[in-house]
């Protein structure tokens, strides 16, 4: 072989590496939630799994006796009660007001808040604040938030997060025919939680899944029984809560 083919052969070799390692360099997108305010810094850092499509996802704080203190982050589209996708009646999609108590029941009821309806969600007419609502993350994301009450030492972060169609061999399409909620969730919601102390030098806490919701949103049980969980457990590949 000729030097100047090795040569060639060399520097193509080295710009498909160069254009590899600046992809996985790439650094995920950083979303801020109600950090002009006062308060211990927190981060989620985020890792998408392999089944990871656009799912719903709702982070808050509970302090060590079980009590919701606030929410750090909820898809616009919930913390709202209007999907972009809401309103068909004019014969294309356009935002409207939807309610999907299975989307993501646990943090409802945990917030304990009902609307006109009596559902435990937020709606157009009561929603969340702006400071707390966001775009839903199209892939790995850090988000950067603050815990508002500086005497919580002790607390746990939960994450909960929801993927529309991903049905499997136990959560078909026909398991609950009469129950129209149930087809918005297919797999319930999982749950994950880390427990924070303040007090200790750990600074980053891994989130384990605890449990799924109710599979179409009417009661705020966690469900401790995964075992009919299947491609919903690899929409997370990995969860950090990071203390600045």
Same mark, same amino acid.
């Given at each position: 072989m000729k030097k100047s083919t090795i040569v060639n052969i060399t520097i193509i070799v080295l710009f498909i590496v160069s254009c590899k390692s600046s992809k996985i360099q790439d650094p995920s997108p950083v979303y801020n939630y109600n950090t002009d305010t006062s308060g211990t810094g927190v981060s989620i850092e985020f890792t998408r799994g392999n089944e990871f499509n656009y799912p719903l996802m709702a982070i808050w704080v509970e302090d060590e006796k079980g009590n919701f203190m606030q929410t750090l982050y909820v898809a616009e589209s919930i913390g709202k009660g209007t999907f972009r996708h809401g309103d068909t009646s004019t014969g294309k999609w356009l935002p409207g007001p939807v309610l999907r108590p299975a989307a993501?029941?646990?943090?409802?009821?945990?917030?304990?808040?009902?609307?006109?309806?009596?559902?435990?969600?937020?709606?157009?007419?009561?929603?969340?604040?702006?400071?707390?609502?966001?775009?839903?993350? @199209?892939?790995?994301?850090?988000?950067?938030?603050?815990?508002? =009450?500086? +005497? /919580?030492?002790?607390?746990?972060?939960?994450?909960?997060?929801?993927?529309?169609?991903?049905?499997?061999?136990?959560?078909?399409?026909?398991k609950y025919p009469e129950d129209s909620d149930?087809? @918005?969730?297919?797999?319930?919601?999982?749950?994950?939680?880390? =427990?924070? +102390? /303040?007090d200790s030098l750990d600074k980053v806490y891994i989130m384990t899944v605890i449990g799924h919701s109710h599979y179409s949103g009417k009661d705020g049980e966690l469900y401790s029984d995964i075992s009919t969980? @299947?491609?919903?457990l690899e929409i997370v590949k990995d969860i950090r809560v990071i203390i600045r």
């Open positions: 993501l029941p646990y943090w409802s009821h945990r917030r304990g808040i009902k609307n006109s309806s009596g559902l435990y969600l937020p709606d157009s007419e009561n929603p969340i604040p702006d400071a707390y609502t966001g775009p839903t993350p @199209t892939g790995d994301f850090v988000l950067n938030s603050k815990i508002e =009450d500086k +005497n /919580l030492r002790k607390f746990s972060v939960y994450f909960e997060i929801n993927q529309t169609w991903d049905w499997n061999e136990y959560w078909t399409n026909n149930y087809k @918005t969730s297919c797999q319930p919601a999982l749950v994950y939680k880390a =427990d924070v +102390n /303040l969980i @299947t491609t919903a």
